[in-house]
């Protein structure tokens, strides 16, 4: 997936949300769009970080729970959460992040590589950190963070994603 | 496979569903010239089916497929005249004819699995059509008549509306011609030159194919007028004489324009049907499946969105009482929801079929397949026009398949047997379809020797699939059902026709997984009958909505027997673990739902459950607890989406009017993963368990008894 692969572009559009207090951003060509919080439709026995499913203008559009997906301490769902909706392989997913904070261009060199001292949640799926004068961005591998659910989930999607 | 160069892919589409259709009525007809022997009319358009079919092969450039096709319709045209009578012979040849055309035209389309053999079928049919006349092995075939198909009478149509002068020159060519072929080329290049050629006999294929007769018939637009083009065609050598028919889009021209030699010519009843029904056909369009389903998903969306704004007009107009757009508000959204309903229910319409289509493919199959076991069958089949949705359709087709060569190959006796038990040697299968309780049913019906439980009880264990334990407890409706055993084979030897590997567990588990539901009537000597229950659509089903825990979930109404508030009575619990509610001296396991989909925060204990909704499926029985129950209603089913994969009872989810999602319970797969067969004790006489066959006024009495 080329929109994910930060270090193609000369330059890029970050989404970036706040989640425990650290910065994470994903590619806005990801992005299909962002909503507020709302009900959340269970499904059972699936991983726990899998929230369940919501309706999207119609469409049954599942929802990742991103603080239970990197075990980071569970908080209220606030005034600011919003589920961010991105478009893996052609399927919307929603992640619900504690706020949406802004839209940052930043181009490749700003970009390094993830290094062994982030101990920031989901340091599994990092791909890059953009260094800002005033902050770090993590940057997200979003097919790692949302397809290995599935694949931990339901075995039967490793071959349709393949 | 070679085609004329110029042909593009729009017009091969169009000649693929052209040529599907011709070759579905000749199918139909040539099974009826079987069945009822041969009329005028019959043979007529027969006649006519296959030279549409011909013309329209040679068109595109098909040489095999036109030389298959005119080595039917020389058969067919000895048939029409008498020359010949219609035997089992003719029928096969005629019918084997139909299959390389089919599978020409699958080749065309890219399904093909092998080269189409066509020497073969063309031996079959001459000899089928006997020695030829002594003329025909002098003279070459006649060229077929002129064809006015759809397009043509569309095209002369719109000539006429633009003003456009549309002649019908016949031109004969002198007896002495002895370049007839080359003199048909010319006639047809001068008309091409001068004008549009809409049509013509011969067509450019046949005058390649040496197949010219004495006059040429075209249709043709041109701005010259009638003078000149009668000069042009004069011009040319051996020509005998020009005349001109009457064109219009109405009745054909009259009978007397034709000579002797154009024997094919159609009559005028029947050209006048053509022209007909080519103007009834310029009245619909065909449209890409896919397109309708986009429709219906965004109207499905609209749906949705008429709720959001209803209740964003309600919020507003308590927050805004005075406000005179408040008003206006309401009675737009009013009529928006009006419309956007009627909107839903044609789009649903428009993806309705009738089960005719399907039944049709079946009339062919039972016919051969009875033939080469050497059985008689009568196949009937009821219903035809009931309507149901396309993709239910689709999904039936290889299940009814299935049933009917079960019933001709198991279920229905050899003729000396049945002599021997004093059944009519000619056996019936029939196959109707009604409408019931808000489905379709479709039976399956014979009259053969029907179901033996023993041997099915022996075959079974003998397959170490039950021990002989289990089968001789088992009642007769238990036993019945075991059919539906995977791995079972019911045929004393695997014989050709049945021994596929397939058995009545897939053909179950396919009409379950579109929500339908299969069951036996059975009784030795009498026959057999299986009765598939289909949803109308499989876009909305028609659920209970039950909670549990604090979910809601649907539960799709073709299951549901009944709803039964549970009481301590009622109840037993064996083992210490599993429950067992007795209804009417049955005993049926209880399965808990919130052990099944333990919710999240807040969901209520198993043991608060109240409701049992008792649930069918083949022949297991179980009582789904729940917590309450609301009406039953249609809703929208929609996939849960790669991302979520399998989810264990759940087959997908539903957006209600309020915009809430719900999950639409697997209820088969709940049943047969977690049900069991009906416990029984040995004192109780259990009542076979059955469909019950009106579910929603069922279910609908004990809503009301549950308030």
């Known amino acids: ?65 991103l603080r239970k997906r990197f075990d980071l301490p569970q ?46 949640g989901g340091s599994d799926y990092i791909v890059g950190i953009a260094k800002l004068e005033s902050q770090l961005v993590l940057l997200l591998d979003l097919e790692r963070v949302l397809t290995t659910v599935s694949a931990e989930g339901s075995p039967e999607l490793l071959a349709a994603a393949a | 496979m070679e085609l004329a160069a110029d042909i593009t892919s729009e017009d091969l589409k169009v000649f693929l569903e052209e040529a599907e ?199 043709v637009i041109t701005k010259v007028g009638q003078e000149a083009l009668e000069e042009t065609l004069r011009a040319i050598e051996d020509v005998g004489s020009v005349e001109f028919v009457e064109v219009s889009s109405g009745p054909s021209p009259a009978e007397d324009a034709e000579t002797d030699e154009a024997s094919g010519a159609p009559d005028q009843s029947s050209a006048e049907e053509t022209s007909h029904r080519a103007q009834r056909g310029s009245q619909t369009v065909r449209i890409d499946v896919e397109r309708l389903d986009n429709l219906a998903n965004m109207i499905g969306e609209l749906v949705i969105d008429r709720t959001r704004i209803g209740q964003i007009g309600r919020v507003l107009a308590s927050r805004y009482k005075d406000d005179e757009l408040i008003e206006s508000l309401s009675e737009t959204t009013g009529h928006l929801s009006k419309v956007v309903s009627e909107l839903q229910e044609d789009i649903m319409q428009a993806r309705m079929l009738p089960v005719g289509t399907v039944f049709r493919r079946f009339t062919r199959m039972v016919r051969d397949l009875a033939l080469s076991l050497g059985k008689q069958v009568e196949f009937i089949t009821d219903g035809e026009d009931t309507e149901i949705d396309r993709t239910v359709i689709e999904r039936i087709y290889d299940p009814l398949v299935h049933l009917l060569r079960n019933a001709i190959d198991h279920g229905i006796e050899s003729a000396e047997e049945r002599r021997a038990n004093g059944k009519p040697e000619t056996a019936t299968l029939r196959l109707s379809a009604y409408h ?8 399956v019906k014979d009259d053969g020797g029907g179901i033996d439980t023993e041997k099915l009880k022996q075959s ?93 979930y649907a539960l799709p109404l073709v299951y549901v027997t009944e709803t039964i508030k549970i009481s301590q009575h009622t109840l037993t619990t064996v083992s210490g673990r599993t429950e067992l509610l007795t209804i009417r001296d049955q005993v049926i396991p209880l399965i808990r739902l919130h052990d099944i989909w333990p919710g999240g925060s807040g969901a209520g204990r198993a043991e608060d459950a109240v409701f049992a909704v008792i649930v069918n499926s083949g022949d297991k029985r179980v009582a789904l607890g729940v917590d309450s129950l609301t009406e039953p209603q249609e809703v929208v089913v929609k996939s849960l989406g790669g991302f979520m994969g399998e989810v264990k009872g759940i087959s997908g989810a539903s957006i209600m009017a309020d915009g809430r999602v719900v999950l639409i319970a697997d209820v088969a797969s709940l049943v047969n993963t977690a049900g069991r067969r009906p416990q029984r004790d040995a004192q109780l006489q259990s009542e076979a368990p059955g469909g019950s066959s009106d579910l929603t006024s069922a279910v609908a009495g004990n809503l009301e008894d549950a308030a």
């Open chain 1, 1 to 65: 997936m080329a929109e994910t692969n930060t270090k193609a572009r000369a330059e890029q559009q970050l989404v970036v949300f706040d989640l425990a207090q650290e910065a994470y951003g994903v590619d806005i060509g990801t992005v299909r769009e962002i909503i507020r919080m709302q009900d959340v439709t269970s499904v059972p026995h699936r991983p726990d970080y899998v929230s369940g499913v919501i309706n999207l203008r119609g469409r049954i559009t599942p929802v990742v729970d």
């Open chain 1, 75 to 120: 908080t209220e769902i606030a005034r600011d959460s919003r589920i961010v909706v991105v478009d893996i392989d052609g399927q919307d997913i929603g992640m619900i992040v504690d706020a949406v904070t802004e839209v940052l261009r930043i181009s490749a060199d700003q970009i390094e590589p993830p290094s062994n001292m982030i101990a920031a």
């Open chain 2, 21 to 219: 259709e011709q070759l579905q009525l000749l199918d139909d007809d040539i099974l009826r010239l079987e069945r009822d022997g041969a009329s005028d009319e019959l043979l007529q358009e027969i006649f006519r089916a296959a030279h549409t079919l011909k013309g329209s092969a040679a068109t595109i450039g098909h040489r095999n497929m036109a030389a298959v096709g005119h080595a039917s319709e020389t058969l067919l045209d000895r048939l029409r005249n008498g020359d010949l009578a219609v035997n089992t012979e003719i029928v096969t040849a005629l019918l084997h004819s139909l299959d390389i055309l089919r599978a020409f035209k699958e080749e065309l389309a890219g399904e093909a699995d092998e080269e189409p053999d066509i020497e073969a079928v063309v031996a079959e049919l001459e000899a089928a059509t006997g020695a030829p006349d002594d003329a025909d092995t002098d003279e070459p075939a006649d060229p077929a008549p002129l064809s006015i198909d759809h397009g043509v009478v569309a095209a002369i149509l719109e000539a006429e509306a633009a003003g456009d002068a549309v002649y019908r020159p016949i031109v004969t060519l002198l007896e002495s011609c002895e370049w007839r072929t080359v003199r048909a080329f010319q006639v047809v290049s001068e008309l091409s030159t001068i004008g549009t050629l809409l049509a013509c006999s011969p067509t450019s294929a046949e005058i390649e194919a040496d197949i010219v007769g004495r006059t040429i018939d075209a249709i």
């Open chain 2, 436 to 443: 019931e309780h808000g489905y379709i049913a479709i039976s």
């Open chain 2, 460 to 552: 079974v264990v003998a397959n170490g699939l039950e021990t002989q334990e289990s089968v001789s407890r088992m009642s007769r409706s238990e036993a019945v059902n075991l059919i539906f055993t995977p791995g079972l084979s019911t045929a004393d030897e695997t014989t050709e026709v049945s021994g596929r590997g397939v058995g009545m567990d897939i053909v179950r588990s396919n009409i379950e997984a579109i929500n339908g539901s299969i069951t036996v009537d059975t009784a030795i000597g009498v026959g057999t009958e299986l009765i598939l229950r289909l949803p109308l659509t499989l876009a909305t089903v028609n659920s209970l909505l039950v909670k549990v825990g604090k979910h809601d």
